[in-house]
């Protein structure tokens, strides 16, 4: 039987391309995966990454600064708010004129800038692991380094990019005007890049210098909304153990219990599959009939449907 569904879709920063011209083409067919699930009458949530985004927002205002003496270096928690803003702009746009084609006239999208605290005695500050920017040679990574300070790792043999601290969210700060608006019906962009990272003293939020993992905040987010299904889309359309080997394996279905048992085993690459599979196991495992599933973009309407996809649950 057919049941309406609370869904909060986490969207990686890398499907939405690396420059404003391959961004706007990109929302276009992300905005018709996300249309399809509002169609068939799914309550849908959006966060989005914003790694390639932010890293950019942040090299164009670093090179201003040095340009321009009287331009103070721009925090990470500023270059946060502006990719939340313009990522938040194409993507609420595409999805309310595809909306729009399809004959939903009234209902209304809309991005909400979003602080998530975070401790600032999380050990992730002493310890940089969030990729950031666009992938680099080994030689531009090098430059990077040398010139700017960066600390530069490689990624799933993917390149090279820069890392930084991403601590673990504690608390949407906004949560209550997300709610409202989603009980009303409306379309929400939130925890855009994982949110906006505040560290709360007395009644002041300061930002933070680190990015939060946008799975992690989806996770935290869909658990206050009391979201039913929690999709993580990724690059690939499951999840596999023993990936890149002889004996790779795919997997449709985990429980929380063997995907836990799988992290143990080092099946999964961190900083690409394995926080999405923890926070996966994070959403599924703090109640009873909540799901999470890891896909592709273009498959999220059938993971829904239990077509395709890894579905992960108690």
């Known amino acids: 039987m057919y049941t309406r569904k609370r869904i909060v879709i986490a969207l990686g920063g890398n499907a939405l391309g690396d420059t404003l011209p391959e961004q706007m083409l990109a929302v276009k067919s992300t905005s018709k995966a996300i249309c399809d699930l509002i169609e068939d009458g799914h309550e849908v949530v959006i966060v989005h990454g914003n790694g390639p985004q932010v890293g950019m927002i942040n090299n164009a205002m670093s090179a201003l600064s040095r340009e ?79 010139e700017y300070g960066h600390i530069m790792k490689e990624d799933a043999g993917r390149g090279y990019r820069r890392v930084v601290a991403s601590p673990k969210p504690k608390e949407i700060v906004e949560l209550g005007a997300i709610k409202n608006l989603v009980d009303s019906g409306r379309v929400v962009i939130t925890c855009g890049g994982g949110g906006i990272p505040v560290i709360l003293k007395d009644d002041h939020l300061s930002g933070a210098s680190a990015v939060i993992d946008k799975d992690f905040a989806s996770a935290l987010l869909a658990k206050e909304l009391d979201a039913d299904v929690l999709i993580i889309l990724t690059a690939v359309e499951k999840v596999a153990i023993n990936y890149g080997k002889e004996n790779e394996q795919w997997l449709s279905e985990l429980t929380v219990e063997q995907a836990e048992k799988f992290i143990e085993e080092g099946h999964f690459a961190p ?35 239990g077509k395709t996809g890894t579905r992960i649950h108690q």
């Open 68 to 146: 321009d003496e009287n331009q103070p270096n721009t925090p990470l928690s500023v270059c946060v708010a502006m990719s939340q803003g313009y990522i938040g702009y194409d993507l609420q746009n595409a999805i309310r004129e595809e909306l729009r084609k399809r004959g939903f006239l009234r209902t209304p999208v809309v991005t909400i800038i979003t602080q998530v605290r975070v401790d600032e005695k999380d050990p992730a500050f002493g310890n940089p692991s969030k990729p950031i920017g666009r992938f680099l040679t080994k030689e531009e990574a090098d430059f990077q380094a040398k």
């Open 271 to 305: 900083g690409s599959m394995l926080p999405k599979v923890q926070a996966a196991i994070d959403f599924a495992g703090s109640k009873k009939g909540r799901t999470a599933m890891i896909t592709l973009l273009e498959k999220a309407k059938d993971g829904i449907m």
